[in-house]
């Protein structure tokens, strides 16, 4: 399947003069999930595992199918993969769960990079549960510091990291955190919320215990994610909310909660997203991703390079191709970010700039103003990132 090919799957991309690098942000989404959505609300909306009617027995084959085709897009098995609102949601869930058996005698390690979804739920517990948190370092350029992991000792009970940074692009090094957190018999929850756009993922061979992504930075709809959980973690995850559909039996004040994943499907769960997840991790799963990739890192060599011809410009993060993805951030001195992205902007140039809901990071690296982000994704091309560097050196020649 060709670039051209790729892009002409996306609606949006036919609009001219149209430059869309806020992937990190949010992913948009094939016809085919488009349609996806569409046909399910007209043949098949009805409320799921609750219901005898055909409208109802439709939906039931749509959301659990759904669930069939996250669950290849993971490796897993279809009890081990649960449906949230997103990715926020899904690492709430987790943390509440497993913050339940915490005290003052345990520890949580989090990582100085880790996006606010990652980070305040913990912060939160922390103060409620009376645990102590611990952070890992990073380097200057953005990666987790794993030089020393000390702080995974006996009194640590889970790590919750990001799988790629959702400012520097970098990867983490999860086998060796998983390692380091299976020693001491701590748990190892990943955000792969920015992982998984590019690419099928299988957290269990990482040693991943618990791993979360969101349905709109997939290709997919928004109001929807996934919790991934080792079926041996998941039978003793306290659930986070209480509704209806969770429970096999109320009698009184006995409760029998279903088995996962529904015991942690309270309500009405959000159906039609799912199965517009399923449609855009269908169509992932039809890409070549040994050629994707090779397109992704030649269009990130590419924006490096002319990022570094352009005076004033300083990156943040790494400054090569190993062990990164195609999320690229930088200052351009003198520019306020928001300033930069908004003319990026008024030439058809999608950027974001800010702090990147990573406030802890930027202020280890001295981010102030925080920084500007170009995110790419496999229908991006060369001209996406012409049309960057020109909108760029006008925006510099404007601003100073």
Not at 141 to 154: C, E, K, P, V
Not at 156 to 164: D, F, L, N, R, Y
Not at 168 to 186: F, K, N
Request: proline share 6%; charged share 20%; aromatic share 6%.
């Amino acid at each position: 399947m060709t670039i051209k090919t790729i892009r002409s799957a996306f609606p949006v991309l036919a609009r001219a003069h149209f430059h869309y690098l806020d992937n990190a942000a949010m992913a948009q989404v094939p016809g085919q999930v488009i349609n996806a959505v569409a046909a399910h609300d007209v043949a098949a909306r009805a409320n799921v595992h609750r219901g005898l009617h055909d409208l109802a027995r439709r939906a039931d084959a749509a959301y659990e199918a759904a669930r069939e085709s996250v669950a290849g897009f993971l490796s897993a098995r279809p009890d081990e993969v649960v449906f949230t609102g997103g990715c926020t949601q899904a690492l709430n869930l987790v943390a509440g769960g497993l913050a339940e058996s915490l005290g003052p005698r345990d520890m949580v390690v989090v990582s100085v990079a880790e996006h606010h979804s990652n980070l305040l739920p913990w912060l939160m517990l922390a103060k409620r549960r009376g645990f102590q948190l611990a952070s890992i370092p990073v380097t200057w350029d953005g990666r987790l510091d794993l030089s020393d992991l000390s702080m995974i000792d006996a009194r640590c009970k889970v790590v919750a990291v990001t799988h790629v940074s959702n400012v520097t692009g970098a990867v983490s090094d999860i086998p060796r955190l998983a390692e380091a957190a299976h020693a001491v018999g701590a748990k190892l929850v990943v955000d792969g919320a920015q992982r998984t756009p590019h690419g099928p993922v299988d957290p269990r061979a990482l040693g991943a215990d618990f791993y979360a992504f969101a349905g709109h930075k997939t290709y997919g709809p928004t109001g929807v994610g996934v919790l991934w959980g080792r079926a041996e973690h998941l039978a003793h995850l306290p659930p986070a909310a209480w509704g209806g559909g969770m429970v096999a039996g109320l009698d009184g004040e006995t409760v029998d909660f279903l088995d996962p994943p529904r015991r942690f499907e309270a309500g009405t769960p959000p159906v039609a997203q799912a199965v517009g997840l399923a449609a855009a991790l269908d169509w992932m799963r039809g890409l070549d991703w040994d050629k994707v990739r090779l397109h992704e890192a030649g269009l990130t060599r590419q924006l490096l390079a002319g990022l570094a011809g352009l005076d004033g410009i300083e990156l943040v993060g790494p400054n090569g191709l190993e062990d990164r993805l195609p999320v690229v951030s930088f200052t351009v001195k003198g520019c306020h970010p928001h300033d930069v992205a908004h003319l990026l902007g008024e030439h058809g140039v999608a950027v974001r700039g800010g702090a990147h809901c990573s406030q802890p990071l930027m202020k280890a690296l001295g981010l102030h103003e925080g920084c500007l982000r170009v995110s790419m994704a496999p229908y991006n091309d060369d001209s996406d990132i012409h049309a960057l560097l020109r909108g760029l050196a006008e925006a510099v020649r404007v601003l100073r």
